[in-house]
């Protein structure tokens, strides 16, 4: 999260127009974007398309934020705005019938490939059937490693309410693994938030 670490004079002059430093926010923001997408987005989301999509919104919108300070909280509203969209978006593809391609890599394990698709597919599975919510808190807190306190500014929510859906979420997740087939890959994930 080196963006977080960006100090408010990058964001106001970023903000004021100075092309070197929006491309410096945008390269500083761009990767956390991209995880946000990735794990938020759900199988249906293309996160690299969807980040793409916040990052011009976030270039064109600039100049409406009022205080520095709350960039980060600001950016991760696009961002759920974005991949709500992009949801709506895949939940038509499916109705539809119009499919994304698949890519190869032709460089892959290809037994690794699977275990790891699988088990990717899996996760992504049981946080997509998570209620909204449940699934930002606990993908911020356990996944991206974030403070309940940053967690909180970053929703706008108290740190209660935080900790609250992150101790269901985790307890949903913990159910939902137990009785998956790839349980063995996923049984180090069930131990989120008993240490």
Known sequence: MAFLACNSDLVEDARLGDTRARERLMDLCLPTVLGWCARLGGPKVDAEDAAHDVCVVV??????????????????????RILAKHRRRGWVQRWTGAALPDIADLDADPTRSHDLSELSVA????????????????????????????????????VGTVKSRLRTARGRFRKAVRGH????????LTTWGQG
């Open 59 to 80: 270039l064109t919108k600039l100049d409406s934020l009022r205080d520095g300070e709350a960039f980060v909280s600001w950016l991760y509203g696009i961002t759920r």
């Open 123 to 158: 996760v992504q599975g049981i946080l997509e059937r998570m209620p909204g919510k449940q699934r930002e808190v606990l993908v911020l807190c356990d996944v991206e490693e974030r403070t309940d306190e940053d967690v909180a500014a970053l929703l706008g929510i108290p």
């Open 181 to 188: 087939r790839v349980e063995p890959q996923l049984i180090g």
